[in-house]
């Protein structure tokens, strides 16, 4: 594979300024284009140790308009990094649309150290290399472009690279010493490499291995491929999906009321709960999950709630009663309304990556990323092919989630139209109750039937067994509210029984759990009526 990128490829230095200055121009031309459009560019920059990738980016960073130009080298993770899902870091990294972001390694440069320190095997590296390109797909489709460069050279001129660059004292920073070994282990390397190309050389996503044994030719070379990449990406016609001329996956039911039952329909919504019951259980409830909680920040395991639901169906009462029975300094409540301009500019789930909890800590969702299959389906603010395709993007996102050890859990309150309708009503007449209310509200309630029918598919294509869906009825409050505490508590002691803690105390100085059973009960039940 490499043989192309070692056969001594040059330019002079004359034939380099002579073109410099027309590449440059019509960069900063494309760029402006670029800078009208909805797309965003993604360049890769990888290779072997010594190749010059870092000369690279500072050239392309002096021939671009350096306001739409961003960089990230990803070497030693941070605290922050750590404590959460690998594509964390990358979700931080991803450009506005019309803007540029260079990764340097970006998401292959673990999966290539992971398989040379021989930390994993060829099954593990191909199993993230889907992964890769399941994400690059999920990108490609929202539009994206993405351009992936590999440096190469022969082994003899890696050594005298190295050499060079072991004199030179303003290089002697590059030299990192976990990184000597790709030197004294050439073949070796270059097989995983290669092999990692093979797997994800896609046609929307090519790899362009560039001779970096001349700088002036690999450069020169770099600014004219990433010129005609993003030319040729602005000149196609928008490209055809395969979903867009499907309404849904769902099947094509008979037009009898029998055939027309969802899993919503099957709800029994006269449960309910005694005022006395709903006051002890509660007390319990809360009491547990704030023990909970903290034996979960003790233990570093993360815990996402997702609230979705009717309008009026009950979700701020039931996330209150959670909340007031956490430590505040443990958790994140998450309110999601429409996208503002800088989220509409980047990939929807872009918005909700930012708020993925530290490890021990807890993030709830008041609506979330289901509203691109639920409100932007029903509402026509996606497209049929954004929603079709959203199901996969949202079953592979929660997977990185939960395969991180995040605890997940999904709630949908349903209530009857008819109930819905006296809560919107009793919000009219009360005046601290009134903001709840909008033209909107009603507005839905005309589309009852839509949103039923994307809520059946909704749960039926992203009930997973580590994601599953729970239907809570929602019809009485208090039945709701001690269901949705039961099945947190339940799942929290669950997944708590399989982890370890980790050694010594992971306690915050002069933090901690309430040490007083008074102050738990406190806690616990002074806020939550």
Known sequence: MFEATKVGRSVSKKDFKDQEDELRTQLLAIQRDLKETNIPVIIIVSGIEAAGKGGVVNRLNNWLDTRGVQTFAFWDESDEERERPRYWRFSRAMPARGEISILFGGWYQAPIEQRFRKHWSDAALDGELNNIVEFENMLIQDGALIIKFWFHMSEADQKARLKELSRDDRSRWKMLPDKSKFSEHYAAFEQVAERVILHTDR???????????????????????????????????TPA????????????????????????DQLDLSLSLSSDDYKSELKRLQNEINELAWAAYKKKRSTVLIFEGVDAGGKGGAIRRITNAIDARLYRAIPVAAPTDEEKAHHYLWRFWRHIPRSGHITIYDRSWYGRVLVERVENFATDAEWQRAYSEINQFEEQLTENGIILMKFWIHISQDEQLRRFKDRENVPYKQYKITDDDWRNRDKWPQYK???????ARTSTKDATWTLVEGNNKRYARIKVLRTICDTLSEALKHTTAPSGDNLPFGEGPLKSSDDANHQASGKSR
Not at 241 to 264: G, R, V, W
Not at 453 to 459: D, G, I, L, S, T
């Open 203 to 237: 046609g929307r996503s090519p790899w362009y291995l560039i001779e970096a044994t001349n700088r002036l030719y690999r450069d020169l070379t770099v600014g004219k491929t990433l010129l005609h990449a993003i030319r040729s990406r602005l000149n196609e016609p």
């Open 241 to 264: 999906d395969h979903t867009a001329t499907l309404k849904s996956n769902a099947p094509e039911l008979p037009t009898s009321p029998s055939a027309q039952i969802t899993l919503l």
């Open 453 to 459: 029918e994307a809520v059946n598919e909704m749960v």
